[in-house]
């Protein structure tokens, strides 16, 4: 296979923008996207600013430009009484050239959509909302001014294309929401092309020619991404109006996700020597299989569909976007190591796929259709319409029949007549559903049931024969977010035999910005953030862990030693890219303190790794060549770009030592009080110990009491039916000495605690090392706390893997750093302000929060507890995507936490990641407390300067 290095975006995008009509001519008479909107006049008939003439942007969906009704999941109860209708007037200039044909292009118009043209009906009114269709102008069109006006009806008259396309989980909008063009053609011309490019370099084309002259025929080039002529010119005859055409070209650049090699054809249509229209088409050789019980093969490789499901929306724009959308879009899932799309329930702009195939992104296509199937007539119609537009997609692999109750088994026939490449089209069906009822194809079906649990999953994976590919799972409401439990379904994905790969429900949040609710994202209650990202990609821990999951690249290696070699182990999971096309950097970094204000690290040195040939699906070592002498580091830095540039991985790994954090003088005295023995002052920090139990509690600053108390108590949550048995425990005296410089502070079985021990250092470090036993069982969480007025905390730093917070089943994705966060409000679904500033976090070795009164308090992690921050707040209705979590809020340290579960699953039908805890031996663990250990004793007087 011929390799071509993509090194950025631009070079990509490049050939893209090589015009694919090079003989055709088009006039927009709206803008091109969603930020190049033209006005045209508008008048609405219902709803918002309805009953007059004023002007909207086209392309655009009226909602989102304060018209008509705001619609979820079905249009509003009179709209077959008071349909919404849209009535669009555009006056424009054209001049007509005798020897042309003209057509005027919609590319998406919802849901019914008559057109005039200078007082003259164009054509029959279409039905349907997301398929491009267009119609024959020549004999409307006029030299100088021309009306066209446009009616769109938002609700569809026909019923069940209502039920189709008006019922379903999602928005609803109305409007001619992408682009309208004049398209200008030669009398007799190439109407279209469908390419079959495979991997072999067989060649076949079927050209549909409108001609009226006798004895024409077609002769075809092929040229690459650098406009290089490829193979020799070769031809055929038409015979009414199709032609076929067939070449075998050698040494070809396949087309791939990883590699994703562009040609195009241009197609001449002559008769005799004349040429009559020149057409342009690009085109990927690639061959992508279902081979039946067994799985997807893409150029003889078989590969593993990882991605997930994607609607055409901005909260702002509704269903029309920028170009720079399309691209943030394709951006964001390679960022999390997607290879797939499926873009779910409609067809997505044609110039998102024109990305997918520069960029390099497989693509699952689907009918429009959400609950119930379109009707049989106007349904074929409309696989004809979007089939005819994306037949030549390389990044186009499989068809969707529809979203689950959506599929009508007759519109297979449809897909295969139109598809030259005869792709597999997919029924989708529901969680329960039977996917064999009512459907017997000619192939075995890919069994695309949504939402199975771990059991299910692996019965159908294991137990079955039949390809597994569950087009909706792991359900991606609030912050579970998709993320949780990916690890167990992929890691059984990847060793099944039938494993197909995994679509997670869904890419965003789809919060539609309503100004009469105050123009914020509006979800639907918790029926639209279904998303990995918020409605502007705001990004929280599924987004990291998805990431790290799906990376085609992986270092065995968690930590490094002082006397670290060089070598590392990495393993190759690409599906067809050699590693040493890949560009390895490493640097050792020093991370920030907790005495300093910045947060992040330092870069010490760094340099490139020479990496070796590791082949797709092998293990290897790489070598680091550090320096001799080695500058004091606290962590090695790996970051790989692939063959298209792209960082797809990157792991720090930190340095195995005892490390000094806190930085603090030794100088200092601990005094203990003369009449109070468990009384201590550090400089001007006061501790007050429970004379019984040894608890802290009271924590007082320069004379003035914080709220800091009751550290620690133990807080556990059983998860069976168990009845916690309270301990016998004697009345005890917590005993004070002194050994060495430090005081010393313990008590052992009392307060529910085997053991506690505090240590009193001169530095002004205060550590606990704690023991409970917990009644043997299975636990949510168990761990200790410590009370604090929520509301006294500002900020906080800390040196941990993140920015995200963790769950038991969704601990991957984190990079070491210093991170420092604002307290802000995060509700899932609601408020946006990440990465969160509540809930698990972990591994860390230190965390400082900012309090009222200029007061800090800072712990360092002796141990690998987890720290648990206040008490994060869950979105509406949460259903089964909730935590379990102390009620009460406050500091905590757990050595064990509780999973997150999903709208539609709980978490212990997600496998064994996210079961609950069984405990029977002690919990112990260490931490060590500093208290307004960086300031000065007095503080500094302010002066004011005045300058004349």
């Given at each position: 296979?011929?390799?071509?290095?993509?090194?950025?975006?631009?070079?990509?995008?490049?050939?893209?923008?090589?015009?694919?009509?090079?003989?055709?001519?088009?006039?927009?008479?709206?803008?091109?996207?969603?930020?190049?909107?033209?006005?045209?006049?508008?008048?609405?008939?219902?709803?918002?600013?309805?009953?007059?003439?004023?002007?909207?942007?086209?392309?655009?969906?009226?909602?989102?430009?304060?018209?008509?009704?705001?619609?979820?999941?079905?249009?509003?109860?009179?709209?077959?009484?008071?349909?919404?209708?849209?009535?669009?007037?555009?006056?424009?200039?054209?001049?007509?050239?005798?020897?042309?044909?003209?057509?005027?292009?919609?590319?998406?118009?919802?849901?019914?959509?008559?057109?005039?043209?200078?007082?003259?009906?164009?054509?029959?009114?279409?039905?349907?909302?997301?398929?491009?269709?267009?119609?024959?102008?020549?004999?409307?069109?006029?030299?100088?001014?021309?009306?066209?006006?446009?009616?769109?009806?938002?609700?569809?008259?026909?019923?069940?294309?209502?039920?189709?396309?008006?019922?379903?989980?999602?928005?609803?909008?109305?409007?001619?929401?992408?682009?309208?063009?004049?398209?200008?053609?030669?009398?007799?011309?190439?109407?279209?092309?469908?390419?079959?490019?495979?991997?072999?370099?067989?060649?076949?084309?079927?050209?549909?020619?409108?001609?009226?002259?006798?004895?024409?025929?077609?002769?075809?080039?092929?040229?690459?991404?650098?406009?290089?002529?490829?193979?020799?010119?070769?031809?055929?005859?038409?015979?009414?109006?199709?032609?076929?055409?067939?070449?075998?070209?050698?040494?070809?650049?396949?087309?791939?996700?990883?590699?994703?090699?562009?040609?195009?054809?241009?197609?001449?249509?002559?008769?005799?020597?004349?040429?009559?229209?020149?057409?342009?088409?690009?085109?990927?050789?690639?061959?992508?299989?279902?081979?039946?019980?067994?799985?997807?093969?893409?150029?003889?490789?078989?590969?593993?569909?990882?991605?997930?499901?994607?609607?055409?929306?901005?909260?702002?724009?509704?269903?029309?976007?920028?170009?720079?959308?399309?691209?943030?879009?394709?951006?964001?899932?390679?960022?999390?190591?997607?290879?797939?799309?499926?873009?779910?329930?409609?067809?997505?702009?044609?110039?998102?796929?024109?990305?997918?195939?520069?960029?390099?992104?497989?693509?699952?296509?689907?009918?429009?259709?959400?609950?119930?199937?379109?009707?049989?007539?106007i349904g074929s119609k409309i696989v004809k319409e979007l089939v005819v537009r994306d037949v030549n997609h390389p990044s186009v692999v499989l068809w969707s029949n529809g979203n689950h109750l959506a599929h009508n088994?007759?519109?297979?026939?449809?897909?295969?007549?139109?598809?030259?490449?005869?792709?597999?089209?997919?029924?989708?069906?529901?969680?329960?559903?039977?996917?064999?009822?009512?459907?017997?194809?000619?192939?075995?079906?890919?069994?695309?049931?949504?939402?199975?649990?771990?059991?299910?999953?692996?019965?159908?994976?294991?137990?079955?024969?039949?390809?597994?590919?569950?087009?909706?799972?792991?359900?991606?409401?609030?912050?579970?977010?998709?993320?949780?439990?990916?690890?167990?379904?992929?890691?059984?994905?990847?060793?099944?035999?039938?494993?197909?790969?995994?679509?997670?429900?869904?890419?965003?949040?789809?919060?539609?910005?309503?100004?009469?609710?105050?123009?914020?994202?509006?979800?639907?209650?918790?029926?639209?953030?279904?998303?990995?990202?918020?409605?502007?990609?705001?990004?929280?821990?599924?987004?990291?862990?998805?990431?790290?999951?799906?990376?085609?690249?992986?270092?065995?290696?968690?930590?490094?030693?002082?006397?670290?070699?060089?070598?590392?182990?990495?393993?190759?999971?690409?599906?067809?890219?050699?590693?040493?096309?890949?560009?390895?950097?490493?640097?050792?970094?020093?991370?920030?303190?907790?005495?300093?204000?910045?947060?992040?690290?330092?870069?010490?040195?760094?340099?490139?790794?020479?990496?070796?040939?590791?082949?797709?699906?092998?293990?290897?070592?790489?070598?680091?060549?550090?320096?001799?002498?080695?500058?004091?580091?606290?962590?090695?830095?790996?970051?790989?770009?692939?063959?298209?540039?792209?960082?797809?991985?990157?792991?720090?790994?930190?340095?195995?030592?005892?490390?000094?954090?806190?930085?603090?003088?030794e100088r200092n005295k601990v005094k203990q009080d003369e009449n109070n023995p468990f009384l201590f002052y550090l400089g001007t920090t006061t501790i007050l110990f429970d004379a019984h139990s040894a608890v802290l509690?009271?924590?007082?600053?320069?004379?003035?009491?914080?709220?800091?108390?009751?550290?620690?108590?133990?807080?556990?949550?059983?998860?069976?039916?168990?009845?916690?048995?309270?301990?016998?425990?004697?009345?005890?005296?917590?005993?004070?000495?002194?050994?060495?410089?430090?005081?010393?502070?313990?008590?052992?079985?009392?307060?529910?605690?085997?053991?506690?021990?505090?240590?009193?250092?001169?530095?002004?470090?205060?550590?606990?090392?704690?023991?409970?036993?917990?009644?043997?069982?299975?636990?949510?969480?168990?761990?200790?706390?410590?009370?604090?007025?929520?509301?006294?905390?500002?900020?906080?730093?800390?040196?941990?893997?993140?920015?995200?917070?963790?769950?038991?089943?969704?601990?991957?994705?984190?990079?070491?750093?210093?991170?420092?966060?604002?307290?802000?409000?995060?509700?899932?679904?609601?408020?946006?302000?990440?990465?969160?500033?509540?809930?698990?976090?972990?591994?860390?070795?230190?965390?400082?929060?900012?309090?009222?009164?200029?007061?800090?308090?800072?712990?360092?992690?002796?141990?690998?507890?987890?720290?648990?921050?206040?008490?994060?707040?869950?979105?509406?209705?949460?259903?089964?995507?909730?935590?379990?979590?102390?009620?009460?809020?406050?500091?905590?340290?757990?050595?064990?936490?509780?999973?997150?579960?999903?709208?539609?699953?709980?978490?212990?039908?997600?496998?064994?990641?996210?079961?609950?805890?069984?405990?029977?031996?002690?919990?112990?663990?260490?931490?060590?407390?500093?208290?307004?250990?960086?300031?000065?004793?007095?503080?500094?007087?302010?002066?004011?300067?005045?300058?004349?």
């Amino acid at each position: 296979m011929k390799t071509s290095k993509y090194t950025c975006y631009f070079i990509l995008i490049n050939f893209f923008f090589f015009s694919s009509l090079i003989a055709q001519t088009k006039t927009y008479l709206s803008g091109t996207y969603a930020d190049t909107a033209v006005d045209w006049e508008f008048k609405m008939s219902q709803g918002r600013n309805s009953g007059y003439w004023t002007t909207i942007p086209v392309p655009s969906n009226w909602e989102t430009k304060g018209f008509g009704y705001y619609t979820y999941g079905k249009d509003h109860k009179d709209y077959k009484t008071k349909p919404e209708i849209g009535f669009y007037r555009h006056n424009f200039k054209f001049n007509l050239k005798s020897d042309k044909r003209y057509f005027i292009v919609f590319q998406g118009a919802m849901t019914e959509t008559t057109v005039t043209l200078n007082g003259k009906q164009v054509g029959e009114t279409h039905i349907g909302g997301f398929t491009e269709f267009k119609y024959e102008i020549t004999n409307f069109l006029k030299t100088g001014d021309n009306l066209l006006e446009v009616d769109v009806l938002k609700p569809a008259i026909h019923p069940q294309v209502v039920k189709a396309e008006r019922i379903a989980d999602y928005w609803l909008f109305g409007g001619i929401f992408r682009p309208v063009y004049i398209e200008e053609l030669p009398t007799n011309y190439i109407k279209r092309v469908a390419i079959d490019a495979q991997m072999n370099g067989d060649f076949k084309m079927d050209v549909f020619t409108d001609a009226s002259k006798e004895n024409v025929s077609l002769t075809a080039l092929i040229y690459d991404s650098n406009n290089q002529k490829v193979g020799k010119t070769f031809s055929g005859k038409v015979l009414k109006n199709k032609g076929h055409l067939e070449a075998t070209l050698k040494d070809i650049a396949l087309w791939s996700h990883e590699y994703p090699n562009l040609y195009s054809v241009e197609v001449t249509l002559k008769q005799k020597k004349k040429t009559l229209h020149t057409y342009r088409q690009k085109f990927g050789f690639r061959t992508f299989e279902v081979r039946d019980h067994d799985g997807f093969y893409l150029n003889g490789k078989r590969v593993l569909l990882k991605g997930a499901n994607m609607h055409s929306f901005r909260p702002e724009t509704g269903r029309t976007l920028a170009k720079q959308d399309m691209l943030d879009n394709i951006k964001l899932m390679q960022d999390m190591n997607f290879n797939t799309v499926r873009i779910c329930h409609y067809p997505p702009d044609a110039e998102f796929l024109d990305l997918c195939d520069s960029l390099g992104l497989m693509v699952m296509d689907e009918l429009p259709g959400w609950r119930h199937a379109l009707p049989d007539e106007i349904g074929s119609k409309i696989v004809k319409e979007l089939v005819v537009r994306d037949v030549n997609h390389p990044s186009v692999v499989l068809w969707s029949n529809g979203n689950h109750l959506a599929h009508n088994p007759k519109f297979d026939e449809d897909f295969f007549k139109w598809d030259i490449q005869k792709r597999r089209p997919l029924k989708n069906e529901t969680k329960t559903g039977d996917i064999y009822k009512g459907y017997a194809p000619d192939f075995d079906i890919v069994k695309t049931n949504f939402y199975p649990g771990y059991k299910l999953l692996k019965q159908r994976l294991f137990e079955e024969n039949h390809i597994v590919l569950p087009n909706e799972a792991l359900h991606a409401l609030y912050d579970g977010g998709g993320g949780a439990n990916l690890k167990t379904y992929w890691d059984a994905i990847e060793t099944s035999k039938v494993g197909g790969g995994l679509m997670i429900w869904a890419l965003f949040d789809e919060g539609l910005r309503r100004t009469d609710m105050n123009n914020k994202p509006f979800h639907q209650g918790n029926n639209a953030p279904d998303g990995i990202v918020g409605p502007n990609s705001e990004k929280d821990g599924s987004f990291y862990a998805v990431r790290e999951i799906w990376s085609p690249v992986n270092i065995e290696e968690s930590i490094i030693t002082s006397n670290f070699n060089g070598e590392l182990t990495i393993k190759n999971k690409f599906d067809f890219v050699n590693l040493n096309e890949c560009e390895f950097r490493w640097k050792l970094i020093a991370f920030e303190t907790p005495n300093t204000s910045a947060s992040g690290y330092r870069t010490i040195v760094s340099g490139k790794v020479n990496t070796p040939n590791i082949f797709p699906n092998h293990t290897g070592q790489i070598r680091i060549d550090l320096p001799q002498n080695k500058p004091k580091f606290d962590a090695l830095v790996i970051e790989v770009r692939d063959n298209k540039g792209l960082l797809v991985y990157e792991k720090r790994l930190m340095l195995e030592k005892e490390s000094i954090f806190f930085q603090t003088s030794e100088r200092n005295k601990v005094k203990q009080d003369e009449n109070n023995p468990f009384l201590f002052y550090l400089g001007t920090t006061t501790i007050l110990f429970d004379a019984h139990s040894a608890v802290l509690k009271k924590v007082a600053v320069k004379g003035k009491q914080t709220s800091i108390t009751n550290f620690p108590f133990i807080d556990v949550k059983q998860a069976d039916s168990l009845k916690v048995e309270e301990k016998n425990q004697l009345e005890v005296k917590a005993l004070v000495k002194k050994e060495s410089e430090n005081f010393v502070v313990e008590s052992n079985n009392c307060n529910g605690f085997d053991a506690i021990r505090w240590t009193i250092k001169p530095s002004g470090e205060i550590k606990l090392d704690y023991k409970f036993s917990p009644q043997e069982g299975t636990y949510e969480y168990a761990g200790i706390g410590m009370s604090v007025n929520a509301d006294a905390i500002k900020s906080k730093r800390w040196l941990g893997e993140g920015p995200a917070r963790i769950w038991k089943n969704r601990m991957e994705g984190g990079l070491y750093d210093v991170y420092g966060v604002d307290k802000l409000i995060n509700i899932p679904g609601e408020v946006y302000n990440q990465p969160e500033f509540e809930g698990y976090f972990a591994p860390w070795k230190w965390a400082v929060f900012y309090l009222e009164d200029n007061v800090p308090i800072g712990f360092q992690n002796n141990s690998d507890v987890i720290l648990g921050v206040l008490n994060p707040v869950n979105g509406e209705n949460a259903k089964y995507a909730s935590w379990k979590y102390p009620d009460k809020a406050g500091f905590y340290f757990f050595n064990t936490i509780s999973a997150i579960g999903s709208k539609w699953k709980k978490p212990t039908e997600f496998g064994p990641d996210a079961q609950p805890t069984f405990i029977k031996e002690p919990q112990e663990g260490s931490v060590s407390l500093f208290i307004n250990w960086n300031n000065v004793e007095k503080n500094s007087e302010n002066f004011k300067i005045s300058i004349e």
